[in-house]
Nanobody, 121 residues
């Protein structure tokens, strides 16, 4: 089993920055890939970014390229999502996900509880 706990959400003005954290525990091989998804009210959960922790390969959604950055602190078993130049349309619940394969669809086996990010205009 893998447990994921997100933190760092909050309210920020447009143009501001936030850093989300996802603390992971459990079977290492089951969380070789870490990802962030988000879900706005009335919308489907959408891909934000993902990273293969073993080789460092990353992918980003076009909507966040150049503004969001995924990183990891292996010593802390934590993955971060640094978000800059935030826009009101980035408002959503952000979820951390983990699994053995790098995917851009929300079919990861393990999920955190989510953290709310609200960007005011």
């Amino acid at each position: 089993q893998v447990q994921l706990v997100e933190s760092g959400g909050g309210l920020v003005q447009a143009g501001g920055s936030l850093r989300l954290s996802c603390a992971a525990s459990g079977r290492t091989l089951s969380r070789n890939v870490m990802a962030w998804f988000r879900q706005a009210p009335g919308k489907e959960r959408e891909f934000v970014t993902t990273m293969n922790l073993a080789v460092g390969v990353t992918r980003y959604a076009d909507s966040v390229k150049g503004r969001f950055f995924i990183s990891t602190d292996n010593a802390k078993n934590t993955v971060y999502l640094q978000m800059s130049s935030l826009k009101p349309e980035d408002t959503a619940v952000y979820y951390c996900a983990a699994g053995p394969q790098l995917l851009t669809t929300p079919i990861y086996p393990y999920w955190g509880q989510g953290t709310q990010v609200t960007v005011s205009s």
